[in-house]
């Protein structure tokens, strides 16, 4: 099997190699030797799967060589055709061909990281149901085509439909191209995002500067929208094109399994990046009081409506979380769960966390490799449980979860 050649910068020193996919590492790269023992780090715009022998062309850096591969020579008997036409080059997905052995492959990952940045081997996996499909797509539209970034490039991949979409956003992924072409919509190049609530009652396409337009017939219609999701017995509002989990179901569903399957009680909880209250909902009677706090005012005005709607006795607060001052509001009674953006934690906000009375923290990330540093940084609390959930099925992203004690 060969792959479109991409472009190699000629000024850095290369190599043509050939060897065994030994083992993943997180964000799916694939790690092998070179026969003189350095390092290689390979990545491929499809799955890589242990045992392979795989063809790449290397760039040599100062202690290790980083690979693209370009052809296999022994692919694995567990591959299997892609169900996406680019998925070879499309910049959202990065583990077709897996198929249903895709979350075994991000498991393998995961334990790769876990061990290596953490020194742990034991944590809960909950690997996502074949049908979860994303609420949430964006969308880049230049002027004359409408579709996804190719992988590392900003040339957009003209699409008709999306397999890892909810259909009824599949769907509307032509009337939207229909609307622009015929200046229905703002038609000046931007990024769109379609969104649809739980369970899927229409479509919502929101512009890059916050416009909202509802799908009805065949017709995007501006106007005031609100999505609606109505996970287990709760329901979370949320405004359009604002962050809310990608697949709202399976994220409820394994959050609240993990969440309540710890030992998570006490006066208060300090629910920081809370968003519109999805982790304050799911422990609302866990707690006595809640403060959520969150950067986004948009956000933070949801949250307070959730708030009131499930009865929710706490506080939601707009504001930067990193000046937050735990150390005079906590005490040891209290629970501090965070969920930072992919960049991570700050060092101040590490630092005072380290520097409060809380006993209990629990560590929520999208990016394991930055979620791993600031674990290493909160000195002062040690491990108690580790689990992962494969939120974004197809990507080599997953969900990492950590319950700390306070040493």
């Not at 790449?56 to 296999?72: F, I, N, S, Y």
């Not at 991000?106 to 049908?131: E, G, S, T």
């Not at 229409?202 to 017709?219: K, M, R, W, Y």
């Not at 005031?224 to 999701?229: A, F, M, P, S, T």
């Amino acid at each position: 099997m060969r792959l479109t050649r991409r472009k190699i910068n000629s000024t850095v020193p290369q190599e043509k190699w050939s060897g065994e996919v030994l083992r993943l590492a997180w964000g799916g790269k694939g790690i092998a030797s070179h026969q003189d023992g350095r390092l290689l780090i390979l990545t491929s715009p499809l799955a890589l799967f242990p045992g392979e022998i795989v063809e790449a062309q290397v760039t040599w850096k100062k202690k290790h060589g980083e690979g693209l591969v370009t052809r296999w020579l022994s692919p694995s008997t567990k591959r299997v055709p892609s169900q996406c036409e680019f998925g070879e080059l499309c910049g959202g997905c990065d583990l077709w061909e897996s198929d249903s052995y895709g979350s075994e492959l991000k498991k393998l990952m995961i334990q790769d990281l876990f061990q290596r940045q953490l020194n742990c081997q034991d944590f809960k996996w909950m690997p996502a149901p074949v049908q979860t499909k994303r609420h949430r797509i964006q969308l880049h539209w230049d002027g004359m085509k409408l579709g996804f970034f190719e992988r590392k490039s900003h040339r957009i991949i003209e699409i008709r439909e999306c397999p890892t979409a909810h259909p009824s956003l599949s769907q509307a992924i032509n009337y939207l191209r229909d609307s622009l072409v015929n200046q229905r919509v703002p038609s000046h190049p931007q990024r769109w995002e379609l969104g649809t609530g739980t369970p899927s009652i229409g479509v919502i396409a929101t512009t890059e500067s916050g416009i909202h337009f509802s799908l009805n017939d065949g017709q995007f219609i501006q106007g005031d929208y609100v999505l609606r999701e109505q996970l287990g017995d709760l329901i979370l509002n949320h405004r359009p094109g604002s962050f809310f989990q990608a697949c709202p179901e399976w994220a409820f569903e394994s959050f609240s399994s993990i969440l309540q399957d710890w030992p998570l009680s006490g006066d208060r909880l300090f629910d920081l990046y809370g968003g519109v209250g999805l982790f304050s909902a799911i422990l609302r009677r866990h707690f006595k009081y809640f403060y959520l706090i969150e950067s986004s005012a948009e956000s933070v005005e949801y949250a307070k409506k959730n708030f009131d709607r499930l009865q929710i006795n706490g506080i939601c607060i707009q504001g930067d979380v990193a000046k937050v001052d735990l150390a005079s509001l906590c005490s040891s009674r209290d629970t501090v769960l965070i969920d930072p953006p992919r960049v991570g934690c700050s060092v101040n906000l590490l630092e005072q966390v380290n520097s409060c009375r809380v006993k209990t923290v629990v560590m929520i990330g999208c990016d394991g490799a930055t979620w791993a540093r600031d674990i290493k940084r909160l000195s002062n609390y040690q491990i108690e449980s580790l689990a992962a959930i494969d939120l974004f099925p197809n990507t080599h992203h997953a969900e990492c979860l950590a319950l700390l004690r306070r040493i």
